[in-house]
């Protein structure tokens, strides 16, 4: 863009200045002073030639053309003016416009006062000087040729052609110096304009420095702003956590007085049974196997906790946490079985005792290190096959103990410790986990399975096989006295019958469902509430214990409406398993199948919490249908049918690490709900499949002898 380009009117080649597609009113009349300011200048040197002998009839045209083109560029300028004059009357409009707007106001009004005055010295000279018509031939120059003064002139025409020439030759003088003058003028008007060029070009050198400056000062203004509203977000969140954690440990004091006087309260009710043997025995035997329940898996939930802790501080990966996890379960699946033969061969009490005290020991003698992989592999595999004895042996004691119209609410009770001690883990644990760090968790565990040793070893005994009221008549291995009165076993267990029996591959094929949606949640929710949520267990509150409070709530719903159903005779036991089992599984295949959906700690908590309580209800199906089919045998069914519960404890937490991992690697976010999805289907649909399988080929009736 030239000089030449804006007084000739030309628009502006840059897009500068443009709102929408338009120019700004501003710009336009900066650019409408400048073009006039131009004409006026140009206006005024053809003023100035009026009177001389440059004033022809084309100057006088061409005065006009100028008066008249700056009369249009008035009108423009004007109109614009008043239109960048509306926009400054706007609410929000910067006060740095209005300043240029009323600056660029002065300067049309200055321009217009110069226009005037031009006009006026124009009119005069107007009138005064008329337009000077030239000769049809002048000399070029002092040599274009001589008048011809020839002799035959008189002398007074001699002295006229000689007069003549001396005003040709002053007229051209004359012509010349004003000539020299215009240069004169015209090169002054050009320095000036370097002039001003300069130091406009200084001005915008000076404007991009301050520019410069304040941007860094508002770069500067914003960081510290950031940094300010980053540093009041921490103290919100350090004063919440600082509220949570004086209410949560308010809470655990509580918490833990409840906790010592129920054990105060089961110890003192122990005694009174001791010294006036009024409450029935096998109703000490199903409150301690409840406890015994509620510690194992107090102590399941714990490692998982703890090592996950310990695990997430040096970085370990997903799969390889998987790994560890899942290695319970494979000491817990080879002892399944040879629990159920040990119970039935020399006794459950005695199998739980020496259970209890193996895993009890391997705990307090763990150290709970993520880098020393052998050890926790080894630990974990002792753990896992000294638990593995302890639900075989508890099924064979109550078998023992507990008549046919008390077992379902008793093994229900029995098992609902299980979800008791995962809510009482997943609520005090973290909290331990956060002030004694995660090895104090371990400790805790062998502490409490050492106590119920003591309860045990104390309160418990074998039935007599005369009692009256107890599950079954004789002991579950029939002895008889041989010539040398040595008693010798006469009963021989029928691994085949049981083996290749549909009823038991339906108890089967259910707990291996139910195990797997249990270990899956058990091990993966709180990594779930961490990584997919992006919360805290310990700031969850109490909120996380629900699930398990809630399997601890319907594992007695369903004993109990079991129970009433059979003894009322309003449904068979076969209708009555079936019902249970089936309506628990298939609206837990529900919940699981939504829980990813739920983006919100609330949503997530309600969901497992609907999975795991109706759960538990199918218990009242097929977990007590191994004690109507085979009430001698019930520890050998429960070993077998556990072992497919523990291989799907295996398969489940290993394939949920591997398929996180596989999701990480795809998506690189485990915040994703696409990321979850396929962990919470697969036991959504193994629900549905095994509620099918219930429902066509399990029985109610006894078919081992």
């Given amino acids: 863009m030239s000089f030449q380009d804006i007084e000739a009117g030309r628009p502006f080649g840059s897009k500068r200045g443009l709102t929408n597609g338009k120019q700004d009113p501003t710009q336009a009349v900066a650019a409408g002073i400048f073009q006039i300011n131009t004409a006026v200048s140009t206006f005024q040197r053809l003023v100035n030639t009026l009177g001389t002998p440059k004033d022809t009839p084309d ?63 124009a009119a005069e000279r107007e009138t005064a000087y008329t337009p000077f018509v030239p000769q049809a031939v002048l000399p070029s120059s002092y040599t274009a040729g001589e008048i011809d003064v020839s ?20 007229f051209l003088d004359n012509e010349i110096a004003f000539n020299e003058a215009i240069i004169e003028e015209r090169e002054q008007g050009i320095q000036e304009i370097q002039q001003q060029i300069g130091e406009v070009n200084e001005i915008f050198k000076d404007l991009a420095v301050l520019v410069h400056e304040q941007g860094t000062m508002i770069d500067d203004i914003g960081s510290n702003i950031e940094n300010s509203h980053a540093a009041t977000a921490q103290a919100k969140s350090q004063l919440l956590k600082a509220s949570k954690t004086q209410r949560s440990n308010s809470s655990l004091t509580c918490l833990l007085l409840v906790i010592f006087g129920i054990v105060l309260l089961i110890v003192i009710v122990l005694h009174l049974h001791a010294l006036t043997m009024k409450l029935p025995v096998r109703y000490l035997i199903v409150i301690l196997t409840f406890i015994c329940t509620s510690v194992c898996y107090i102590e399941r939930v714990g490692f998982s906790i703890a090592y996950t802790v310990a695990a997430d501080s040096v970085g370990v990966n997903q799969s390889s946490k998987g790994t560890i996890l899942s290695t319970f379960y494979y000491g817990y699946a080879c002892s399944q079985i040879p629990g159920g033969w040990a119970a039935q061969k020399i006794g459950g009490r005695r199998v739980l005792l020496l259970s209890f005290l193996l895993w009890s020991l391997t705990c307090a003698l763990l150290p709970l290190d993520p880098n020393r992989v052998m050890l926790l592999v080894v630990a974990r595999l002792l753990v896992g096959v000294a638990q593995g004895f302890i639900f075989p042996s508890i099924h064979t004691v109550l078998a023992q103990w507990v008549p046919p119209h008390e077992r379902s609410r008793s093994v229900s009770l029995t098992t609902s410790g299980m979800y008791l001690g995962a809510a009482l883990g997943m609520l005090i644990l973290p909290t331990l986990v956060k002030f004694r760090g995660p090895q104090s968790v371990v400790l805790a565990e062998a502490a409490l399975g050492a106590s119920w040793s003591l309860l045990w070893f104390k309160y418990a005994t074998d039935p007599k096989s005369t009692a009256s009221g107890v599950g079954e008549s004789v002991l579950p291995v029939n002895k008889k006295i041989d010539s040398h009165n040595k008693k010798v076993l006469s009963a021989k267990i029928p691994w085949v019958k049981i083996l290749t029996s549909f009823p038991v591959w339906a108890i089967v094929v259910n707990n291996f469902t139910f195990h797997y949606a249990l270990y899956v949640l058990m091990n993966w929710l709180p990594t779930y509430f961490e990584l997919g949520l992006q919360l805290s267990l310990q700031d969850m509150g109490s909120s996380k214990m629900m699930p398990y409070l809630n399997m601890f709530l319907f594992s007695n719903i369903g004993g109990v409406v079991a129970d009433y159903l059979i003894t009322r005779r309003v449904l068979s036991v076969t209708k009555t398993r079936k019902l249970l089992n089936t309506v628990g599984f298939l609206i837990a295949s529900l919940a699981l199948v939504v829980i990813p959906s739920f983006r919100t700690s609330a949503g997530a908590v309600f969901c497992s919490s609907v999975a795991l309580g109706f759960l538990a209800l199918g218990r009242a199906g097929f977990a007590v249908n191994h004690m109507d089919v085979a009430p001698r045998y019930a520890g050998i069914v429960m070993g077998v049918s556990n072992t497919a519960g523990t291989l799907a404890g295996i398969v489940g937490v290993d394939l949920t690490g591997k398929l996180l991992e596989a999701a990480k690697a795809a998506n690189s976010d485990l915040s994703s709900p696409e990321s979850w999805r396929a962990v919470f289907f697969i036991p959504g649909f193994l629900c549905i499949f095994s509620s099918f399988v219930f429902l066509l080929f399990s029985t109610g009736e006894r078919i081992f002898d």
């Fill in 59 to 121: 100057l006088r045209e061409k005065l006009h053309k100028t008066r008249l083109h700056i009369g249009q560029l008035v009108k423009d300028t004007s109109d614009k003016l008043k239109q960048a004059s509306d926009i400054d009357h706007h609410a929000g409009v910067n006060a740095s416009k209005k300043i240029a707007d009323a600056k660029l106001a002065k300067d049309f009004q200055a321009v217009l006062k110069e226009f005037q005055k031009a006009q006026r010295l």
């Fill in 151 to 170: 002799s035959d002139k008189s002398p007074e025409e001699r002295a006229l052609l000689v007069e003549s020439r001396r005003q040709e030759v002053l």
